[in-house]
């Protein structure tokens, strides 16, 4: 299908000369133009498109299952280029603001991942920290904070994952009022727990999550794939399957027949067999996954209004101030970032933060859509940055964060919370780094994960992943696990995937009188977690 006959709201095929990413500055040398047989495969058992954090988990698992698989990975452009390889560094669990079931499948999500690496060595860059979420709008904390509360009450496992800090007076220890505070954080720990020392001290309040980290995504999915293109070369006579990637490869349709008597490779016989087209020719499967997350309604037209490309922007910036002595230390802000709400508008703000090791000392900083047009809701295209969102992250960070070079020091033990300076409302930084990348909003705010039914498109032997509205980190690997195992029947190594994530009939039917995305995210990005409920 040509650009110029999409359906109102479909997504294209991602361009050919994408914004340059931070993440992509340092490219894996094997994975840069790879394709691992010179010519396209005809025939395989599986084909996945797209190779982010999703593709390449589910190749992972799936050659962790069936080594015997001849698996096909095709990329539209170079591998993890999507919006793997242009978010914003973060991986959180959203304890407080999911449903318990889901909240605690995310946290599995970030455990998992955070063993892997461990296990593996993965130099990703892995930080594991604290996730301040800093609320601007007295509503949106009321609301955050009776939500914590339903934590602490029903679900205390979880609620011990989070605190509240208030900018109410300090208690007789020195500190902040604090809601669900571990009992095992040390006395200095404790100290720290102030919007103060938490850099916001403009702030209604903060939530404090225990379990988040930093890392640099791109080189988390290229050890994965670089790993799995390892096992070729231990696998010479090729009686254990192959795994063979396929860069700069658009698929641009697909087609099902039910032809009888044709095998796969492995010699099942499937009740399907699927053509991938693309401009290089085309390969014959029984399994296709789909990785694709905004651009899944390329392939997809009946998901056009379900999973909608939303183009979300970031800013490396250079720290306002530097050591004026070379031994001393450079900015370090500690924690990862999300800044909620603006005083009169509670959904309105949702911008993010992390920074890069102090050596560095770079500030990843995304968000602004509000001041991008349409809020970026169904662009799919990534080629340019918006010059007012731009604007907006060069300029806006400062008056919302401390960004003095010390640590502000925790507030001593008096009854009366310290005097702050006022932070300067405008604080433009050099961008070292602009970029955008092309998010999968979902109707229904869930990833979409199973067989993909005929009367959306599908039929056996179609598989989707895809949709997280901005939040694949926390949520992409384990559903990768939990497709795979549907795909191949692995009932010891199913997932416990939470039902709404499962695309069924009745999901799908359930989806069709939901508000559409864009009038949902007009209400602010927040709404559909608190507002919305």
């Known amino acids: 299908m ?39 495969p ?31 990975m095709v990329e539209a452009r170079e591998a993890c280029s999507g919006a793997t390889g242009r978010n914003g560094g973060h991986c959180q669990p959203a304890i407080y603001a999911s449903e318990p079931h889901i909240a605690s499948f995310e946290l599995r999500n970030f455990i998992y991942l955070k063993g892997l690496v461990e296990e593996f060595s993965i130099p990703c860059d892995w930080h594991t920290t604290s996730g301040v979420h800093a609320f601007y709008s007295p509503v949106l904390f009321k609301l955050v ?48 727990l102030t919007l103060d020392a938490l850099r916001v001290p403009h702030a209604e309040g903060a939530i404090v999550q225990w379990n988040a980290a930093s890392l640099w995504p791109y080189k988390l999915v290229a050890f994965v794939l670089e ?38 490779p492995s010699g099942s016989k499937p009740t399907s067999i699927w053509t991938v087209h693309t401009p290089r020719g085309t390969i014959s499967t029984s399994q296709v996954l789909l990785a694709t ?14 999973i909608v490309p939303t183009q979300g922007q970031i800013s490396a ?60 809701v169904g662009v799919w295209d990534d080629s340019a940055v918006d010059p007012a ?12 964060i401390d960004l003095s070079l010390h640590h502000p020091p925790s507030q001593s033990p008096t009854k009366e919370p ?41 039929g056996d032997g179609l598989w989707l992943c895809a949709g997280y509205t901005g939040h694949g980190m926390p949520n992409a690997v384990l559903s990768a696990k939990a497709v795979v195992d549907m795909m191949y029947g692995d009932e010891d190594g199913e997932v416990d995937l939470p039902p709404e994530y499962e695309l069924t009939e009745d999901r799908l039917a359930r989806s069709g009188v939901l508000d559409e995305v864009v009038d949902v995210d007009a209400r602010g990005s927040l709404y559909a977690d608190f507002g919305g409920r």
Do not use: C
């Open 2 to 40: 040509s650009q110029d006959q999409l359906l109102k709201g479909q997504s294209g095929l991602p361009v050919d000369n994408p914004t340059k990413s931070y993440w992509h500055k340092e490219p894996s040398a094997k994975l840069l133009g790879h394709r691992t047989t010179k010519e396209l």
């Open 42 to 72: 005809r025939v395989a058992d599986v084909v996945i498109v797209g190779s982010g954090i999703t593709g390449s988990f589910a190749a992972h698992f799936l050659k962790e299952q069936r080594p015997d698989l001849d698996v096909v």
């Open 145 to 192: 904070r009776s939500s914590v509360q339903y934590l602490i009450d029903e679900y205390p496992d979880l609620a011990a994952n989070v605190a509240v800090v208030t900018k109410g007076k300090q208690n007789e220890d020195g500190n902040s009022d604090l809601e669900g505070t571990p009992a095992y954080l040390l006395e200095g720990e404790r100290r720290e």
């Open 227 to 264: 790993r799995l293109l390892a096992t070729n070369d231990n696998n010479e006579d090729g009686a254990s399957g192959s795994f063979n990637l396929q860069t700069n490869t658009p698929v641009t349709g697909l087609s099902r027949a039910e032809p009888p008597g044709l095998s796969s």
């Open 293 to 306: 997350n905004a651009y899944t309604s390329h392939l997809l037209p009946q998901f056009t209004p379900l």
């Open 317 to 376: 910036l250079e720290p306002p101030e530097k050591p004026t002595v070379p031994t001393d230390p450079p900015l370090d802000i500690k924690h990862t970032f999300y800044i909620e709400g603006e005083p009169d508008q509670p959904f309105e703000r949702d911008d993010y933060l992390v920074q890069r090791p102090p050596a560095s000392a770079s500030l990843i900083y995304g968000g602004g859509r509000r001041h991008a047009k349409g809020r970026g």
């Open 389 to 400: 969102v731009s604007w907006y992250l060069r300029g806006e960070l400062g008056s919302v």
């Open 418 to 458: 310290k005097k702050h300076k006022p932070l300067p409302k405008k604080q433009d930084l050099h961008p070292t780094h602009e970029w955008t990348g092309i998010m999968g909003y979902s109707k229904d705010s869930h990833p979409w994960v199973g067989g993909v039914p005929s009367s959306a498109g599908g």
